[in-house]
Nanobody
Framework: VQLQASGGGLVQAGGSLKLSCKFTGINFSINTVGWYRQVPGNQREMVARISSGGMENYADFVNGRFSISRDNVRRLLYLQMNNLKPEDTAVYYC?????????WGRGTQVTVSS
């Protein structure tokens, strides 16, 4: 199982970024997948998840600014992030729990300047 995240970068407050994650080695369409983030010294926290049926779940801090989506044919997971804030600065990881094992992408850095 491999997860390859991309799309991070440096953006000014109020800007937007779209993260992508490519999944290989699993039956992507039947799994709940998600995005997490981590700031050095803090625990990794859930940002958004999407079930195999398309049900979306967001952390409270998202507050309508982010949108998670998936492309089951291309095995891609997306996170559209709008109205970014400096406190969104973190390494963002894509995730799947497959057969009771957590798999993580390498992470992509998102930096939001004020």
């Amino acid at each position: 199982v491999q997860l390859q995240a991309s799309g991070g970068g440096l953006v000014q407050a109020g800007g937007s970024l779209k993260l992508s994650c490519k999944f290989t080695g699993i039956n992507f369409s039947i799994n709940t997948v998600g995005w997490y983030r981590q700031v050095p010294g803090n625990q990794r926290e859930m940002v958004a998840r999407i079930s195999s049926g398309g049900m979306e779940n967001y952390a409270d801090f998202v507050n309508g600014r982010f949108s998670i989506s998936r492309d089951n044919v291309r095995r891609l997971l997306y996170l559209q992030m709008n109205n970014l804030k400096p406190e969104d600065t973190a390494v963002y990881y894509c995730h799947v729990n497959h057969r009771s094992t957590d798999f993580w992408g390498r992470g992509t850095q998102v930096t939001v300047s004020s």
